[in-house]
T-cell receptor, first 114, second 113 residues
Framework: GESVGLHLPTLSVQEGDNSIINCAYS??????FIWYKQESGKGPQFIID?????DKRQGQRVTVLLNKTVKHLSLQIAATQPGDSAVYFC?????????????FGSGTQLTVLP | NAGVTQTPKFRVLKTGQSMTLLCAQD?????MYWYRQDPGMGLRLIHY???????AKGEVPDGYNVSRLKKQNFLLGLESAAPSQTSVYFC????????????FGQGTRLTVV
């Protein structure tokens, strides 16, 4: 299998419980943030995003919270299911000259226990 | 709906060999990116392109070259592969603009021996 998750921070939760995954970002000029889910052997997939002028955004079973004061993001997953087991990355999007750049955090391995 | 397609999916190279990874997207996106993913390091940007005929360096560009001759294709080249380039490589594309997600390919696992 993939070795990408071996050295990542890990989070284990019981099926049905809520999960909270945290992320600290570095660039105070970042104005758009995205959470990605990466399953073993696959590329990252978009989960939810939030603009810097918002504090909270809700999707289906997921909520993203943004605290710009301490440059912190969190992803909350309600009623965690076995299919939620994956590596989760936060990404920050910011202007770099005339272009936009997307920079990723190191990720968190979420394991859902039966 | 193909989205972002990377070829090849797996490759083993000997030190000093060269190769090109191909990324193709069918979403008419302006921006394309190449990332590498190593254990515990997340995704690091190698090079990116904001449009046909343009390329720019990312966080870890050394040892790689890229070309964007056609809008739908973004090529990543390794002229002289080194074991340190053993990694999983991901291509992504996105629309231009400030608020837009990136769509990723399935990745290419490259091993340099």
């Amino acid at each position: 299998g993939e070795s990408v998750g071996l050295h990542l921070p890990t989070l284990s939760v019981q099926e049905g419980d809520n999960s909270i995954i945290n992320c600290a970002y570095s660039n105070s000029a970042s104005d758009y943030f995205i959470w990605y889910k990466q399953e073993s052997g696959k590329g990252p997939q978009f989960i939810i995003d939030i603009r810097s002028n918002m504090d909270k955004r809700q999707g289906q079973r997921v909520t993203v919270l943004l605290n710009k004061t301490v440059k912190h993001l969190s992803l909350q997953i309600a009623a965690t299911q076995p299919g939620d087991s994956a590596v989760y990355f936060c990404a920050e999007n910011f202007s770099s000259g005339s272009a936009r750049q997307l920079t990723f955090g190191s990720g968190t391995q979420l394991t859902v226990l039966p | 709906n193909a989205g972002v397609t990377q070829t090849p999916k797996f490759r083993v190279l000997k030190t000093g060999q060269s190769m090109t990874l191909l990324c193709a997207q069918d979403m008419n996106h302006e921006y394309m990116y190449w990332y590498r993913q190593d254990p515990g390091m997340g995704l690091r940007l190698i090079h990116y392109s904001v449009g046909e005929g343009t390329t720019a360096k990312g966080e870890v560009p050394d040892g790689y070259n890229v070309s964007r001759l056609k809008k739908q294709n973004f090529l990543l080249g390794l002229e002289s592969a080194a074991p340190s380039q053993t990694s999983v490589y991901f291509c992504a594309s996105s629309e231009a603009g400030a608020v837009t997600e990136a769509f990723f390919g399935q990745g290419t696992r490259l091993t340099v021996v």
